[in-house]
């Protein structure tokens, strides 16, 4: 707060997190200050401070003297689910449509990745290296087509050499590197017997029993969070149809 700088009005968030962040900031002011002329001080240091981004009236956001009816707080069973934040057109449409089908669902819009995170590096010069530090090495590294085998949380697709005909592909998620699921997956295949839960290891069973392992993998997505990754796994499955 001292370097007058906050969550600017127009950045691509939800208009609830940014109510939230503003209300806070005049709770805390209400909380910590020691008398009434200490607290018009820090009031007013507030309104400043949400003004200068962007926030118009921000004593609105003060709702620290608004008599609210005490309520029992209930269980609540509903599941969260981080939705990436578009605009408040659709997130308003995703909260009605919620409400409307009673589904126990509660979403959680997240801002979109951000210039910063885009353009800019902590370490720019440091080279991806191979899980083992040395593609030459490494068996998986000629085997995957696009990105790197120590990439985590990958959303990917491994496809079978040996099927000519017909594409055979399968596609998985990890939040593993790339390198770990994708030997999971050539052992299955170099020995099915004994990997029949696996998908690649039950196809080499029934399709190409006695022959060496072929496949090929390539990253489809990259995200940290799980339930974004089922969700790309989800729609990479049907946009593709393995």
Known sequence: MNKGITLHY???HSLSTKTAVARNYYKTARKTSSGRPQLEHSLRKVDELLSKNGYKSPRRYDNSQKRVETSVRQPNDDVTVCIPYISEYVANRIRNYVKSRNI???PIFTPGK????TLCSSRPYDKSMCTMANPTLCRICPVITKGKCN?????YEATCQ???????????ETSRTLHIRASEHL???TNPAKHLHNAIGQHYAEKHPGVAANLSFRILDNNTRVL????SEAINIYVEKP
Request: glycine fraction near 6%; include cysteine; proline fraction near 3%.
């Open 162 to 172: 040996e099927c000519t005909d017909v594409k055979s592909t399968y596609i998985g």
């Open 10 to 12: 127009h950045s691509h």
């Open 228 to 231: 974004d990754r089922k969700a």
């Open 187 to 189: 052992r299955a295949a």
């Open 114 to 117: 951000t210039l910063k995170k």
């Open 151 to 155: 990439a985590k949380g990958v959303v």
């Open 104 to 106: 126990p669902v509660k």
